[in-house]
Antibody, heavy 120, light 109 residues
Framework: EVQLVESGGALVKPGGSLRLSCTAS????????MNWVRQSPEKGLEWIAL??????????LYPTPVRGRFTISRDDSRNTLYLQMNSLKIEDTAVYYC???????????WGQGTLVTVSS | EIVLTQSPGTLSLSPGERATLSCRAS???????LAWYQQKPGQSPKLLIS???RRATGIPDRFIGSGSGTDFTLTISRLEPEDFAVYYC??????????FGPGTKVDIK
């Protein structure tokens, strides 16, 4: 059974930094593209980062709102996905989910989410 | 950027009825890489359909995905009490890589 468990969400001030983690189990983590998706009442579901497999040697991808501020990474030896978030803005407030990706671009597994609140 | 529009915003139906949810894309979805998710309050989204019409593992056959190009439909043939939730469509392939629709809420009439 696919299990994804996020952690690291917190209350942080604008301009601050935060690192989220996601521990995976129940599938071959190293062979799967992984993503971070966030959800807020204002913007709904919003994809924010994709990381390919290490063997693909392809750059990670980000949408415009977070590019240059967020960095996705993975440690296949620990079955763990990370999201480093810098220069946080109020509009980054959301529940952050990690998600595994399938062959047709679907998001097959989701964690329970971790809440990030950016507020002064 | 592909924009996904879902209609209706809310669908009020009774158990046993048929639900028809629409997802329209502003441009053709690459290879029909269109997925549907169900989300209940306090839970994360759950994959129902991928590739426009392929049911995910364990999803009952009352959930039917159809469509191609820019017009896609999720049909729930006969609503069960546990089906009342919010449903999202999502496309993969264009920049940004993933986009989601705003959702359709199916609530009990």
């Amino acid at each position: 059974e696919v299990q994804l468990v996020e952690s690291g969400g917190a209350l942080v001030k604008p301009g601050g930094s935060l690192r989220l983690s996601c521990t995976a189990s129940g599938f071959d983590f190293s062979n799967v593209y992984m993503n971070w998706v966030r959800q807020s009442p204002e913007k709904g579901l919003e994809w924010i980062a994709l990381i390919h497999r290490d063997v693909d040697s392809r750059p990670s991808l980000y949408p415009t709102p977070v590019r240059g501020r967020f960095t996705i990474s993975r440690d296949d030896s620990r079955n763990t996905l990370y999201l480093q978030m810098n220069s946080l803005k109020i509009e980054d407030t959301a529940v952050y989910y990690c998600s595994s990706q399938g062959y047709l671009g679907e998001l097959t597994g989701w964690g329970q989410g971790t809440l990030v609140t950016v507020s002064s | 950027e592909i924009v996904l529009t879902q209609s209706p915003g809310t669908l009020s139906l009774s158990p046993g009825e048929r639900a028809t949810l629409s997802c329209r894309a502003s441009q053709s979805v690459h290879n029909n890489y269109l997925a549907w998710y169900q989300q209940k309050p306090g839970q994360s989204p759950k994959l129902l359909i991928s590739g426009a019409s392929r049911r995910a593992t364990g999803i009952p056959d009352r959930f039917i995905g159809s469509g191609s190009g820019t017009d896609f439909t999720l049909t729930i043939s006969r609503l069960e009490p546990e089906d009342f939730a919010v449903y999202y469509c999502q496309q993969y392939g264009d920049s940004p890589i993933f986009t989601f629709g705003p959702g359709t809420k199916v609530d009990i009439k």
